[in-house]
């Protein structure tokens, strides 16, 4: 660049950004340049400097002088192409998106861009109509009206004046009639996208509503719009019209361009089809939604309701903000979008961040004073992993994002096609998060009218958040704060939890702009309020009590010598009182001190379930050892690992004769060592799904302790002991009664294992108190409601072992307020740590299965990866502190440390257990359970808690229980497959895949449904997961039954170009874009004679969901369809419509019965098969017997006379024709495709 190129280039540079000087020495981002600017800055130099800047040039030359040199020579000489005059254009991509959300959802407030304007002053009408009139005509996007042919959309401009309407409004009426005008549909085919409306309030106040639909204008049209309106009322005003210059290009020109730039990415162009290709790699993998602090789960099918929230930032961290731009030669939006990531990985949505922006798309700079859709959306992926420094984190989000701006020109429309995301009605695709800066908006005004922007409602919602800010400066050009406008979904979110969340982000930017060196993990996005509400008040659940220095033997000692004579334990008719029980076991304790037990040794237990059972573990703990219970049932194997592992001293397999030794209580002079409350009681192997069993080490000093709580909170009783020993429930059950003055009742193993027989036990025996896992609980309620067991007063049932679930017969069973339900909640290595009581009333239970609080002396601690505490509402892993820690591992030090981790809330020394569970805070301090951190399952991008589908499919009445899994079908893909026990008889599975799909998305229906006679529980009668067995072919893939879906799965195929389509292929998942879905539709209308809602393809994409939407009396009747009511009679009974050829569809009821409609698709031959086909579908209406039926035989004249002669030969029932239409040829039957326009042969049946 010679010199007079460079001044000419700091000229322009000066006016873009709208400084005076420019001097070689400043940057572009030191000068306060943005993304906005940089497009338009390029866009100018390659029209008037006739050289090539890329955004990315703008940003990486230190200097004018460097950027100078940066620049090339410009391809002026290639055509940017013009739209013929008259012709009837595509749709650009965005109008494409638009026009199809809006079939799909219909007119509303969410397409319009309003315009609103406070006018004060002496207003000319007339000459403001003018005006909108000269606006219109200038700027033909306005102008324009959109058709449809063959399922494609185009467009057309036309001459047609603008809808002006005056309004006389009170002022205390204004703003609900501006919220009704701004939610006026537009009929996009019969009216252009503008309308106007002038409120009078007073002689001289008005406000004027400029009301456009998007798929005209973006953003930035409306500064246009304000300034064009004001040259053309000033001049009209004068009695003159506006003298501007011809705009240099129209709108359609763009449109022109883009349906060339769509072309080439297809393949006419190997370069731009490559570009699309690379960055749809580039997103490749992305999270298709982000997890955040939903108030609500997501609907279905999204409203797009929103609202919004203001803050601001004030002048000071504006300045240091704006520091940190310059420093790292990026924007002030770049500023913001790395501190948007940072909150929503804080907040839980992982360190993979998809968002999204609205970017400039007048790239040409002989666009840029034309109205019109050019905003286009780009995807800015932002990477947090790592736990980088903030100012590292804002140079990876300048690299993507100037990476993003390079391919500014690839509409999102193609970008989505080409990246494939799994398809949801619930969500925006790609991102669901918005960052957008200020709009770069001229300042309003009206000649000799003080004119002021007016605030309009509703602010309709397309993202769950859109965070939207606007710089301010003082007059001396300093920074001046900036303003935060946060739009949120309100079906997701309560405007305290948005709030909160504008609030963290400005958190967020106070903390980078004090040290942007700092690491973005010790962000901390909490209060001080919030932190010890999170680590402290909620902990506080129930007063702190002092553990007393005692071992468990001295409890039962001193039970004993209180109650010696109630019973302690009992199994059928063998009863021992608390003093025989603590005899017997003093005596077996001397005789395993005699054998070398004593304090940190251990002794197996594998004795079947007795109560001699119970009588050798109090043994083992008198006489200081840990007792390892080993279930006879277990496979050698893994008998013979436990064995080996914890090397038992002695291992117990019957019942051992010592009643010639000494009943006293032992002291520590009787055994081998000192006891103390540190020494382990207990050793429990956890499950072997992880990997090599892990035996628990569990200290007496953490059982007193929860034997401490449970005596403030249980009432002593009849306590049934269901739980296998293996299963660390069973020391609850074992301890508590025989500690407490209660009775442990053991029932025999095959009543444990009826659940019948369970139930008929506990009323024999008159149990009050039990702990089961959810399945057997679950089952014991049906039992009891089936077969009429009266049940004994049940005072206290505990769930606990497996995630509850609240089903409505469970509730139904709690109804007695005397009943209660406790969900206990706590891993082997902590024993009990969270509870929760439920109200006595199943009715007034919560919609969720709370886990609860943390129980008195333990503390629950809700973690992110760099061991923070996360908002209530984020999900985190849950760690658990406190008294009744284990000790860890036997013989395992690597996993204890991995495990038990040092606890930076508490004092030196002090430890947490990592549990490998999810969970959550609710906003009143109660724990919600919702998975486990090895265990997330994710189809088709999308994250999936198994239980929300159990939970769907438990409210059918045809399921008793069922259980949901993820899986893998073939290498890398998974789907999701039912297990389900029936209330009585088979279940239907169309059914329940409908039942389903009413309630959840599409990717989350089950692929399979298994039914099994029972659930296979594991010894600890916990669902055994893992003998689930694995669906047959018959039970997944399915052809096409009907003709209907025969026709549905071609339609699939022909639309996206595959060869083989079975009924449940999803039309996304087989490549299907929404920009396409109108083409399916209109095969549809033409072959089956109905056009279901787009939202339909949605909500049912695979072929079996159309079919069924399509079934009698679902589907919507063609255009002119026949009417053949009037054939017959009332007394012929019921009407069988058969549709034979090109799909036709029939309205209005049938005499004597429904009508019932058999589209079958036209074929171009007609074969023996086809005819076979259609005649099976007729018998399905019922059988044929001379005046019992009508037929109505709708299609081509050839056809039709086949199938009546069919009829006639096999019934003897005599076919004429009452009208022929049409009679094409077998080969003309392909062109009736447009099934609206061809008329239809009815036929009516007689005796002969």
């Not at 407030?109 to 006018?119: E, G, I, K, V």
């Not at 704060?481 to 948005?498: K, M, N, P, S, V």
Request: with cysteine; glycine share 10%; hydrophobic share 45%.
């Amino acid at each position: 660049m010679g010199d007079s190129a460079r001044r000419a280039l700091r000229e322009l540079l000066a006016e873009v950004l709208g400084v005076a000087t420019v001097r070689g020495e400043d940057s572009f981002p030191g000068l306060g340049g943005d993304s906005l600017k940089a497009v338009r800055l390029a866009g100018r130099a390659r029209a008037e400097l006739g050289v090539t800047l890329s955004v990315r040039d703008l940003y990486d030359a230190p200097d004018v002088d460097a950027l100078a040199a940066l620049a090339v020579p410009a391809d002026t000489a290639a055509p940017r192409g013009t739209a013929p005059d008259g012709a009837r254009l595509p749709l650009t991509s965005a109008q494409q998106g638009l026009r199809f959300l809006e079939r799909l959802e219909g007119p509303g407030a969410s397409f319009n861009l309003p315009l609103a304007l406070r006018l004060r002053g002496p207003l000319d009408r007339e000459a403001l109509r003018a005006a909108v009139d000269d606006v219109a005509a200038r700027q033909e996007a306005l102008r324009t009206v959109q058709g449809e042919t063959g399922g494609v959309s185009g467009q057309r401009v036309v001459d047609a004046g603008v809808a002006f309407q005056v309004e006389r409004v009170a002022e205390e009426e204004l703003e609900a009639r501006l919220a009704a005008l701004t939610t006026y549909g537009f009929d996009l085919a019969a009216e252009i996208p503008l309308r106007v409306w002038l409120l009078e309030l007073g002689p001289d106040d008005h406000l004027l509503l400029l009301l456009t639909h998007r798929i005209a204008v973006d953003e930035a049209s409306l500064g246009l719009l304000a300034r064009d309106l004001d040259t053309a009322y000033a001049a009209r005003s004068r009695g003159g019209a506006p003298d501007w210059a011809e705009l240099p290009a129209r709108f359609t020109d763009f449109a022109h361009r883009q349906s060339r730039f769509a072309a080439a990415a297809g393949c006419a162009d190997p370069a731009v089809a490559a570009r699309l290709k690379a960055r749809a790699e580039l997103l490749a993998g992305m999270p298709d939604e982000l997890a955040l602090p939903y108030d609500r789960p997501r609907p279905a099918v999204a409203t797009h309701r929103g609202e919004e929230v203001g803050l601001r930032l004030d002048a000071q961290t504006h300045r240091r903000l704006a520091e940190v731009a310059r420093a790292a030669r990026s924007s002030m939006f770049m500023v913001v979008q790395a501190a948007v990531a940072v909150l929503l990985n804080r907040l839980g949505a992982g360190e993979d961040i998809p968002l999204g922006t609205r970017a400039e798309g007048r790239t040409d700079a002989d666009l840029h004073d034309v109205v019109g859709p050019f905003a286009n959306l780009l995807v800015l992926r932002t990477d947090v992993s790592g736990d980088p420094t903030f100012a590292e984190l804002l140079g990876r989000v300048r690299e993507t994002g100037l990476d993003a701006y390079a391919d500014l020109d690839i509409p999102f429309g193609l970008l989505v096609g080409a990246v494939n995301p799994a398809r949801s009605l619930a969500r925006h695709p790609l991102f669901q998060v918005l960052v957008t800066a200020g709009t770069d908006r001229a300042p309003a005004s009206l000649a000799g009218v003080d004119a002021q922007p007016h605030g309009t409602a509703p602010h309709p919602a397309r993202h769950d958040l859109a965070f939207a800010f606007a710089e301010r400066f003082g007059e001396d050009g300093a920074p001046g704060g900036i303003e935060l406008t946060l739009t949120y979904r309100t079906d997701l979110f309560d405007r305290a939890t948005a709030r909160t969340v504008g609030e963290r982000l400005l958190r967020v930017l106070a903390a980078v702009a004090a040290d942007p060196t700092g690491k973005v993990g010790g962000i901390d996005v909490l209060d001080p309020a919030e932190r010890h509400r999170l680590l402290v008040e909620w902990n506080r659940n129930s007063p702190p009590f002092e553990v007393p220095r005692r071992t468990l033997p001295d409890l039962l000692e001193a039970q004993a010598g209180r109650t010696p004579d109630l019973p302690a334990v009992q199994m059928g008719d063998t009863v021992l009182t608390y003093a025989q029980l603590n005899a017997r076991a003093n005596q077996l304790a001397r005789y395993l001190v005699g054998h070398g037990v004593g304090p940190e040794s251990v002794v197996a237990l594998m004795m079947e379930r007795s109560v001699d059972v119970i009588v050798a573990l109090w043994a083992t703990l008198k006489a200081g050892g840990a007792y390892l219970p080993v279930d006879p049932s277990y496979p050698a194997d893994r008998i013979a690992f436990m064995q080996s592992d914890a090397a038992p001293v002695l291992t117990l397999t019957e019942p051992v004769d010592a009643g010639h030794l000494p009943a006293t209580d032992l002291t520590d002079a009787d055994r081998l060592a000192p006891l103390r409350p540190e020494h382990p009681v207990y050793v429990i192997y956890t499950s072997g799904s992880t990997g090599r069993p892990k035996a628990v080490v569990m200290p007496g000093a953490s059982l007193v302790s929860l034997l401490t709580w449970y005596e403030t909170t249980l009432t002593p009783g009849r306590m049934a002991q269901f739980s296998s020993l293996s299963f660390d429930t069973s020391a609850f059950e074992v301890l508590f009664a025989t500690t407490s003055g209660g009775a442990l009742v053991v029932p025999p193993e095959e009543v444990r294992r009826d659940v019948d027989l369970f139930a008929r036990w506990l009323a024999d025996h008159d149990v009050h108190d039990m702990n089961l896992p959810n399945l057997v609980l679950d089952a014991l309620c049906e039992s009891a409601e089936r077969t009429g067991v009266r049940l004994p007063e049940l005072r206290m049932i505990a769930q606990g072992g497996e995630a509850l679930t609240l089903s409505p017969r469970l509730k139904a069973f709690f109804e007695p307020e005397r009943r209660r339900l406790d969900n206990y909640y706590g891993p082997t290595e902590t024993h009990l740590a969270i509870a929760h009581s439920f109200p006595a009333r199943g009715a007034d239970w919560p919609a969720e299965a709370l886990l609860g609080r943390p129980i008195g002396n333990m503390r629950g601690y809700v973690l992110d990866g760099r061991l923070q505490p996360v908002p209530a509402g984020v999900v985190g892993e849950l760690y658990l502190a406190g008294e009744q820690l284990s000790r860890g591992y036997l013989n395992r030090p690597s996993a204890t440390a991995a495990r038990f981790v040092a606890n930076p809330f508490d004092g030196p020394g002090s430890r947490m257990y990592r549990t490998g569970d999810l969970v959550r805070w609710t906003g009143d301090g109660h724990l919600v359970f919702l998975g486990r951190v090895d265990h997330q399952v994710k189809i088709r991008g999308f994250r999936i808690e198994l239980g929300e589908i159990e939970t769907v499919l438990r409210s059918h009445p045809a399921v008793a229980q069922v259980a949901v899994l993820a899986v893998e079908d073939r290498p890398g893909a998974k789907r999701l497959v039912a297990y389900v026990v029936s209330e009585s008889g088979p279940v239907d599975q169309a059914a329940l895949r409908a039942h389903v799909a009413e309630a959840l998305p599409d990717y989350m229906v089950p692929w399979a449904f298994v039914q099994l006679d029972r659930m296979p529980l594991n010894p600890n009668r916990k669902l055994d997961r893992g003998a689930l067995p694995k669906p047959g072919r018959a039970a997944a893939g399915r052809a096409p039954r009907t003709p209907v879906e025969r026709a549905l799965c071609g339609i699939f195929a022909q639309v996206l170009a595959v060869p083989e389509v079975g009924i449940d292929d999803s039309y996304f998942d087989l490549g299907g874009t929404s920009l396409r879905a109108g083409e399916v539709t209109a095969l549809i209308r033409a072959e089956l004679g109905a056009e279901p809602p787009l939202r339909v393809l949605f909500e049912r994409p695979t072929p079996a969901g159309l079919a069924e939407h399509l079934a009698p009396g679902a589907g919507h009747p063609a255009p002119g369809a026949a009417d053949l009511a009037d054939h017959g009679s009332a007394d012929r009974g019921t009407a069988a419509r058969v549709v034979a050829g090109s799909a036709s569809a029939f309205s209005g009821g049938s005499p004597g019965g429904p009508a019932r409609r058999r589209p079958v698709p036209p074929r171009p031959e007609m074969r023996t098969a086809v005819l076979g086909e259609i005649f099976s579908e007729l018998l399905e209406c019922g059988p044929v017997s001379g005046e019992d039926n009508f037929f109505a035989l709708g299609g081509h004249s050839l056809l039709a006379t086949r199938l009546a002669n069919r009829i006639r030969d096999e019934f003897g029932v005599e076919v004429s024709l009452k009208s022929l239409f049409d009679s094409p040829t077998p080969e003309g039957i392909a062109a009736l495709l447009d099934g609206g326009r061809a008329a239809r042969p009815a036929l009516r049946a007689r005796p002969r």
